[in-house]
């Protein structure tokens, strides 16, 4: 019922940057939280950075000061650019949504398909 679409995922130099973009669509009647998660190989997936209906952000040690989350309520996206990139950085990423849909104003979390960050020389 709810759609998550990614971009902006791609190869990059050390110290190099992307913006990431993710849409919702679908039947949704309200976001509360909108965040992006990574994911290597043979690890657990982790947490990136947080953005709350409103605008209170949060992120990992490791991206502070380096990535910016932000949201378009209007477009029901979320983005993150990310500045400096380093090589630790080389990770699937994942967006995620939560909120409410419409009509039985369930609860929902859906998880967008993954894109590829690769920074290498």
């Known amino acids: 019922q709810v759609q998550l679409v990614e971009s902006g995922g791609g190869l990059v130099l050390p110290g190099g940057s992307l913006r990431l973009s993710c849409a919702a669509s679908g039947s949704i009647f309200s976001i509360y939280a909108m965040a992006w998660y990574r994911q290597a190989p043979g690890k657990e997936r982790e947490l990136v950075a947080r953005?709350?209906?409103?605008?209170?952000?949060s992120y990992a040690d490791s991206v502070k000061g380096r990535f910016t989350i932000s949201r378009d309520n209007a477009k029901n996206t979320v983005y993150l650019q990310m500045n400096s990139l380093k090589p630790e950085d080389t990770d699937v990423y994942y967006c995620n949504v939560h909120g409410t849909l419409l009509g039985s104003r369930a609860s929902f979390s859906s998880w967008g398909q993954g894109t590829q960050v690769t920074v290498s020389s």
């Open positions: 953005i709350l209906s409103g605008g209170l952000t």
